[in-house]
T-cell receptor
Framework: KQEVTQIPAALSVPEGENLVLNCSFT??????LQWFRQDPGKGLTSLLL?????REQTSGRLNASLDKSSGRSTLYIAASQPGDSATYLC?????????????FGRGTQLTVWP | SAVISQKPSRDICQRGTSLTIQCQVD?????MFWYRQQPGQSLTLIAT?????????ESGFVIDKFPISRPNLTFSTLTVSNMSPEDSSIYLC?????????FGQGTRLTVV
């Protein structure tokens, strides 16, 4: 069974810092990996999707990389802002699962203070 | 992309009662997924709903507790039955579209 781990569990930083959030997964036979943002008590907002054939994806200040062979992904946030404060979730779809069925990590709770 | 409307957004319910959560998608999809997020935890899949067939439940979840309907390709409901405080969670529906997963805004359920 696929297991997804995220480190650190929580992170508190001053505004302007560059951040790295880590995600690891146990089964490298994945279809894709997706990073989400979740605000308190809310649903999920998709940030970046990396397909298994890709190495990275970028959107604005966000960059996500994927190393399938080592079972790792990182989410890089440049020049962090207080509005980035949220929980960031990493999820994978593995090739043995129904397409669309995600395995989630527990998330990294990020606080960016002014 | 897919836009998912989920309701209610939140509810406070008495123990022993049931709540039905609705999920409406703006396009036809084959599979719909229901997840639970308990306080401080990550998302756990409850079941997969395929139109025209019985939902497939994950280990630890049973149909009597979480009955699901899937009457057409754009709509599904999840009922949380005979609720207890342990059912207090965020419940989310999800669909897959062109390799990417999309989520509704979630239903925040508190059982008192």
């Amino acid at each position: 069974k696929q297991e997804v781990t995220q480190i650190p569990a929580a992170l508190s930083v001053p505004e302007g810092e560059n951040l790295v959030l880590n995600c690891s997964f146990t089964d490298s036979a994945i279809y894709n990996l997706q990073w989400f943002r979740q605000d308190p008590g809310k649903g999920l907002t998709s940030l970046l999707l990396i397909q298994s054939s890709q190495r990275e994806q970028t959107s604005g200040r966000l960059n996500a990389s994927l190393d399938k062979s080592s079972g790792r992904s990182t989410l890089y946030i440049a020049a962090s802002q207080p509005g980035d404060s949220a929980t960031y979730l990493c999820a994978v779809i593995d090739r043995g699962s129904t397409l669309g069925r995600l395995y989630f990590g527990r998330g990294t709770q990020l606080t960016v203070w002014p | 992309s897919a836009v998912i409307s989920q309701k209610p957004s939140r509810d406070i319910c008495q123990r022993g009662t049931s709540l039905t959560i609705q999920c409406q998608v703006d396009s036809q999809v084959t599979m719909m997924f229901w997840y639970r997020q308990q306080p401080g935890q990550s998302l756990t899949l409850i079941a997969t709903a395929n139109q025209g067939s019985e939902a497939t439940y994950e280990s630890g979840f049973v149909i009597d507790k979480f009955p699901i309907s899937r009457p057409n390709l754009t709509f599904s409901t999840l009922t949380v039955s005979n609720m207890s405080p342990e059912d207090s969670s965020i419940y989310l529906c999800s669909v897959e579209g062109n390799t990417e997963a999309f989520f509704g805004q979630g239903t925040r359920l508190t059982v008192v």
